[in-house]
């Protein structure tokens, strides 16, 4: 089993920065089976989306359109830490951010691909 604990959230201005942590555990096994880590948002009333994720052997990523050129997701394999650093926030933002990982290659942005979810940590921007 992997477990995802994802840090980070809090209240900004529009225009403002903040830099979301996910810490992996669990069984080594499986945190090396691992092909890739993301992170979705949820707003309410909304469906989830997509935001990021990285491929875990290399520097692959893959990103939403609405967010290019604006949020950058890294990763420290040693220390099983994956980030996502999101600056020029916006109010359309504002969403439960979460960390998934995935066993399956491709990397792509669809949820259903992802088995392990953290709890999720909350990010609002004001305008």
């Known amino acids: 089993q992997v477990q995802l604990v994802e840090s980070g959230g809090g209240s900004v201005q529009a225009g403002g920065s903040l830099r979301l942590s996910c810490a992996a555990s669990g069984v080594t096994y499986h945190l090396n089976a691992l092909y890739c880590v993301g992170w979705f948002r949820q707003a309410p009333g909304k469906e989830r989306e997509g935001v990021a994720t990285?491929?875990?052997?290399?520097?692959?990523?893959v990103y939403a359109d609405s967010v290019k050129g604006r949020f950058t997701i890294s990763q420290d394999n040693a220390k099983n830490m994956r980030y996502l650093q999101m600056n020029s926030l916006k109010p359309e933002d504002t969403a439960m951010y979460y960390c998934?990982?995935?066993?399956?290659?491709?990397?792509?942005?669809?949820?259903?691909?992802?088995?392990?979810w953290g709890q999720g940590t909350q990010v609002t921007v004001s305008s």
């Open positions: 990285i491929y875990s052997g290399g520097e692959r990523t």
């Open positions: 998934a990982a995935s066993y399956m290659p491709g990397c792509s942005l669809v949820g259903g691909e992802y088995k392990h």
